[in-house]
């Protein structure tokens, strides 16, 4: 690979994904992006804290040997890492104190370390690879849409990276629950996003309207998104096709943020929108979405839990420092 001159190395150890990521700070890109699954016995819906915690320490070895080919500690200017889920006092999970023990150890070497929200990373790898980084010196509304996270955010630059508001989220399930919890109940292996999307990809909505129906409930900026996983089940014992099903989950969500982006800009004002998160990698909802607001998207690799977004912030806070 080509000379390095200067790199900010980013962790992230979320739920189910363990991650790394080298960003060359003198040509503004990310030149590695590792990523590690976290093991779900099949048929569950999830993992518990302590054996998300225990596969990250697991999985971190092989990740860090991967990384010793992008730089060396003459070259690493800044280690980032996500410590905590959101932006509010009080924001903790146990998974990310793997991937806050890698960052330590990594900068023990003598480079600054700094402390961001898993969904701080989230936004940022999703702005930067999305054709859109004029935003980062401006307001915009961001999305964050995973399998823990439903929410409608404010969004204002600031010198660490950004000031993010929380002003509307899911009030019981959110997006990513739905699609796997119904994924699951169709047989498709956790966590179940692709599948279900190569599922639904099968129902030709063109010469026929889905026959499962259920309400959007939008409450000012906020939803409700359970319902739909009733009607699913019923729909399944019904003998409703599996392909079917997965359509209606997958338009279902798609309606669900559609409302909500309409909301927000008009409470708000029509700003840019980015759409961030697990959930944002699907085809069917980026597309639908694109259609009818000014929206930001990145490519599913860097919608998808991801390390990008510490490595980036980590050598914006580091040239901001220097």
């Known amino acids: 690979m080509k000379e390095v001159k200067r790199v900010s190395i980013g962790f992230d150890t979320s739920n189910y994904t363990t991650s790394a990521a080298v960003f060359d700070i003198d040509r503004s890109e990310i030149i590695a992006n590792l990523k590690l699954p976290l093991p779900v016995a099949s048929g569950a ?3 518990r804290q302590s054996d998300a915690l225990f596969s990250h320490i697991k999985n971190l070895p092989e990740i860090c040997e991967k990384l010793k080919e992008y730089y060396s500690y003459g070259e690493l200017c800044a280690v980032g890492y996500s410590a905590y889920p959101r932006d509010i006092e009080g924001s903790y999970m146990p998974c990310f104190l793997a991937g806050v023990s890698a960052a330590s150890a990594l900068a023990s070497g003598g480079a600054p370390e700094y402390a961001f929200s ?3 990373g989230h936004i940022m790898a999703a702005l930067w690879h999305s054709g859109r980084r004029e935003l980062i010196k401006n307001d915009f509304l961001a999305f964050h849409v995973s399998g823990g996270t439903t929410e409608v955010l404010y969004v204002k630059p600031d010198k660490d990276g950004f000031d993010i508001k929380l002003i509307g989220e899911s009030e019981d399930i959110n997006a990513g629950q739905l699609v796997d919890r119904v994924g699951v109940m169709l047989g498709l292996d956790f ?4 599948e279900l999307e190569k599922l639904a990809a099968g129902f030709d909505n063109k010469n ?5 129906l259920q309400k959007v409930t939008v409450r000012g900026i906020s939803c409700n998104m359970s319902g739909a996983e009733n009607k699913a089940s019923a729909a399944l014992a019904g003998g409703t096709s599996k392909s079917e099903i ?7 969500i798609a309606r669900v943020l559609d409302k ?3 909301s927000a800009k008009e409470k708000y004002g029509k700003l840019p929108v ?3 998160g697990g959930v944002m990698s699907n085809n069917y909802i980026k597309a639908y979405l694109a259609k009818r607001h000014d929206a930001a998207f990145a490519p599913s690799e860097y919608s998808s839990d991801n390390a990008c977004g510490t490595a980036i912030l ?5 040239i901001s420092d220097n």
Do not use: E
């Not at 997965?246 to 279902?252: G, N, P, R």
């Open 45 to 47: 819906r999830g993992l």
């Open 118 to 120: 898993h969904q701080a």
């Open 191 to 194: 966590p179940c996003g692709r």
């Open 208 to 212: 026929k309207k889905c026959s499962i």
């Open 246 to 252: 997965a359509f209606f989950i997958l338009d279902f």
């Open 260 to 262: 909500m982006t309409l």
């Open 274 to 276: 980015l759409y961030a």
């Open 314 to 318: 980590a050598a914006m806070k580091y």
